[in-house]
């Protein structure tokens, strides 16, 4: 199914038709993803996408986070700032370690409820399943449980982002990371996913 379709199908609801205001604040939680391990600070996707949209964007990426960790940092930031969006992009670590799905599932339902208690604007990055092989022949897929948790969440889905960016060596520092301009295509692909959400 195409991304936008897929947007469409999990986002249809009153969160996703109304738009961010331009000096939006919001909230990028993650791993090194969204740290932007692989390339400098100012070129991570969080600093890309701010710049895209004029949103004031927190980078709260720390690598080799897990769902778990995330879980247990999130109130904290919560408590501690004011945000019209989340943007949650964890995961990849649990599957690099073998965390149960069923573990991970649990996690980002309890991160997306906690998301959506604090603003209607959130939205799950779907992150690839690891795989070396398609990896190398570019054609990394998203795990499949990011779909179901969105959807049950009502949390809009942003799908194919990571997974394309890595499918691509010209874009990757290694295997799992982006370099600065793996992290810009990130940052344009989001722009244009959540502008297609309504959220822009």
Request: aromatic share 4%; hydrophobic share 45%.
């Amino acid at each position: 199914m195409p991304a936008l379709a897929v947007l469409s199908a999990c986002g249809k609801r009153k969160a996703s038709a109304t738009a961010l205001k331009s000096d939006a604040r919001v909230l990028a939680l993650g791993d090194s993803l969204t740290y932007g391990y692989g390339a400098s600070p100012e070129t991570s996707w969080p600093v890309k996408l701010g710049a895209l949209t004029g949103w004031q964007i927190d980078n709260e990426g720390v690598n080799g986070d897990t769902s778990e960790g995330a879980l247990q940092r999130l109130p904290q930031l919560l408590s501690a700032g004011s945000y019209d969006a989340i943007l949650i992009g964890i995961g990849g670590n649990d599957m690099l370690r073998g965390v149960p799905a069923a573990a991970t599932r649990e996690n980002l339902t309890a991160l997306i409820a906690q998301a959506r208690a604090h603003t209607p604007h959130v939205a799950l990055l779907a992150t690839p399943a690891p795989d070396a092989m398609r990896a190398a022949v570019g054609s990394l897929s998203d795990a499949p449980f990011y779909e179901d948790v969105a959807k049950s969440g009502q949390a809009l889905l942003v799908a194919n982002v990571y997974s394309s960016v890595l499918s691509d060596a010209s874009l990757r520092s290694d295997p799992i990371h982006a370099n600065a301009r793996g992290y810009e295509k990130i940052a344009q692909l989001l722009a244009e996913q959540l502008k297609g959400a309504g959220w822009r």
